[in-house]
């Protein structure tokens, strides 16, 4: 062992000539290491600089939509459904149980209330009480509102945020699919109009099933088409992946099982029996995937055991509604037979949804088209609300478009029944739904397959004067959507009339479902008046919520008294519903209440859904037949 100091003359030296080395090599190395990760920063960004400008359409689109969603989402009050959706996702996530709501499948609620649950939104304090025919969750909703008060429509936005997701994906799947069948130009027009669509705009900013169920619907088909070409295991998990997920978002997508059986015939024909298993997993695993969303709950209850509401599974035809209106009779048509015996393959509140939701069709609502109130629905309805509620530049692509296509159908049939019969029968199966006929948005699924027709123009379209009119019709569409924007809900073509003339032809969620509460609140904040506001509002959350000061205008035009009134559209047009009445309580405001407001003129039109009026002494007298 060497003394200390022993070799400290040496080594001095020996380390100082080496220090220089050393940091030659570090700095060296350094600078091989900054030119190398310059190198490969340079290429990855020339190489996203050359994917972004291969795709700057498709980037500038999609911005576009999202800032319209966005803006909808922030400025829009919470809608008559959405409320009830929002309350029964929180509801979900913190008791485990799905009865409430029941009538709706759970997904879509629970991923727009994730965002409020980590807020820390709260619950009312007293639980709702769910029996087999009950439907509180409206109820509940206003109770969940009041609780979290201070910050409710802060709390809405955050959970329309995942909807503005779901509608990104819808794009890009229109994009993908147009791109395979059609090519890459037909594919930025389905994305444009996928975009620009003012009823996918309207119902994308909301916390409501609809679409959701369209991007599923539209997921689920596309997958399903992909194994149809390429039969393969991993093909066939996804497509049954987005199938048992489709499940989870809206009872309409049922329709989806009898689509693919139709598929899988048209393309397998011939040799069913080599794919008759792939199939059939399919089938099995959305089924476990529709359980799991559920958790279980009630799969493999016996089918006698169940209790139901509705004729077509009680076998019990009830009163007449005249007659015993509140009258429900229970049973279960299996009980006693062999298929009461068997288990249930499905959760047991998704049956309960669904027989739910048969009651009230078999029970039959008011319904209204072009000034006219019956008992029950019309078949043509939707057609009828596809020809005023879609831009007539849309319209006419899709026209033009399948009748191309059509042209080809010796070569690419499979292809055209993947994209048609989808669209047929959601259309078709709604239609026959005719104990009530009120929303659009029930055929909303349908919307992808009727963009993807249209996006076929973009092969169609051929010379100057083909390609001119394809840039006219998509400029007319996306002209007519942002006109009306953000207000996309209240949006009719102009063969309707515009928004203006919306309520001739359809009311409800079509045009006023109590979307322009903040905007009201605004407006009157610019337009302030010494008298207490007469206001009559068409939603489920109290208008005081939102520091509206107001009471309820009193009913029939007897009573009527100069002022301000706002009065919403559906009220206008004779929609009986319930309402608040300024001292917190909920009264029902009966079809002839305020019709007589359609003959006064508004001083403001609220988004498309509330009219303010100024009355004066002289419109009374006027409308009781004695002008001054």
């Not at 309520?503 to 008046?529: C, F, Y």
Request: glycine residues 8%.
């Amino acid at each position: 062992m060497c003394p200390e100091g022993a070799l400290g003359p040496a080594a001095g030296p020996v380390q100082a000539r080496r220090s220089p080395g050393l940091q030659r090599g570090v700095a060296r190395g350094s600078a091989w290491l900054v030119m190398l990760v310059a190198l490969l920063a340079r290429v990855r960004w020339r190489r996203a600089t050359q994917w972004a400008r291969r795709h700057a359409y498709v980037i500038v689109l999609l911005s576009l939509h999202t800032g319209l969603l966005v803006q909808g989402a922030r400025q829009s009050s919470v809608t008559v459904d959405e409320a009830a959706h929002f309350a029964a996702g929180m509801y979900n996530w913190q008791t485990g149980d799905f009865s409430l709501y029941r009538v709706n499948p759970p997904l879509v609620r629970m991923l727009g209330a994730l965002p409020a649950v980590i807020a820390g939104a709260e619950l009312p304090p007293r639980p709702p009480r769910v029996h087999v025919a009950s439907r509180p969750e409206g109820l509940y909703a206003e109770g969940f509102a009041e609780v979290n008060r201070d910050n409710y429509h802060q709390l809405v936005f955050l959970a329309r945020l995942p909807g503005i997701l779901w509608s990104l994906l819808g794009a890009l799947l229109v994009y993908v699919w147009a791109r395979e069948l059609f090519g890459r130009r037909c594919a930025l027009i389905g994305l444009g109009l996928w975009c620009l669509e003012p009823n996918l705009i309207a119902h994308a900013q909301l916390l409501t099933p609809d679409l959701p169920a369209t991007v599923a619907g539209l997921a689920a088909t596309y997958t399903f088409w992909r194994y149809l070409r390429a039969p393969s295991r991993k093909r066939a998990v996804l497509a049954s992946v987005a199938l048992g997920i489709a499940q989870l978002t809206k009872f309409t997508l049922l329709i989806l099982y009898p689509i693919i059986i139709v598929l899988w015939l048209a393309f397998h024909a011939g040799r069913l029996r080599s794919s008759v298993a792939l199939v059939a997993m399919i089938l099995a695993i959305s089924v476990v995937i529709l359980n799991a969303g559920y958790g279980f709950q009630g799969t493999a209850t016996r089918l006698g055991d169940i209790t139901f509401v509705s004729e077509s599974f009680t076998g019990e035809h009830r009163p007449d509604r005249a007659v015993a209106p509140r009258i429900v009779r229970l049973g279960n048509r299996l009980n006693g037979t062999w298929l009461g015996s068997l288990p249930l393959p499905v959760p047991l509140n998704y049956v309960r949804g669904i027989d739910l939701q048969r009651h009230d069709f078999e029970t039959g609502l008011r319904s209204y088209l072009r000034g006219t109130w019956q008992d029950r629905g019309w078949w043509y309805y939707y057609l009828y609300a596809l020809w005023v509620k879609l831009p007539l530049g849309v319209i006419a692509l899709v026209v033009w478009g399948a009748a191309d296509w059509a042209r080809r159908a010796r070569t690419e049939w499979r292809d055209q029944i993947a994209v048609a019969v989808p669209a047929l029968a959601i259309i078709g199966f709604v239609s026959i739904q005719t104990g009530f006929t009120h929303h659009l948005r029930y055929v909303l699924p349908a919307f992808p397959f009727l963009i993807l027709l249209a996006s076929r123009v973009g092969a169609a379209a051929r010379g100057r004067l083909g390609t001119a009119a394809l840039v006219g019709l998509l400029g007319w569409t996306a002209v007519s959507s942002l006109r009306v924007q953000p207000h996309s809900l209240a949006y009719f073509n102009e063969l309707a009339g515009g928004p203006a003339a919306g309520a001739e032809h359809l009311i409800d969620s079509n045009l006023d479902w109590g979307q322009d509460l903040l905007r009201l609140r605004n407006w009157l904040v610019d337009h302030p008046r010494s008298e207490r506001l007469r206001l009559a509002y068409f939603g489920t959350i109290d208008p005081e919520l939102v520091g509206i000061e107001y009471k309820l205008p009193p009913p029939g035009l007897a009573a009527l008294e100069p002022g301000r009134y706002a009065i919403s559209v559906n009220f206008i047009y004779g929609l009986r519903y319930r309402a608040f009445n300024g001292a917190k309580q909920i009264v029902v405001v009966e079809p002839n209440d305020y019709t007589h407001f359609q003959q006064l003129r508004p001083v403001e039109r609220i988004g498309g859904s509330i009219l303010v009026f100024d009355v004066t002494e002289a419109d009374i007298a006027s409308l009781r037949g004695n002008p001054v």
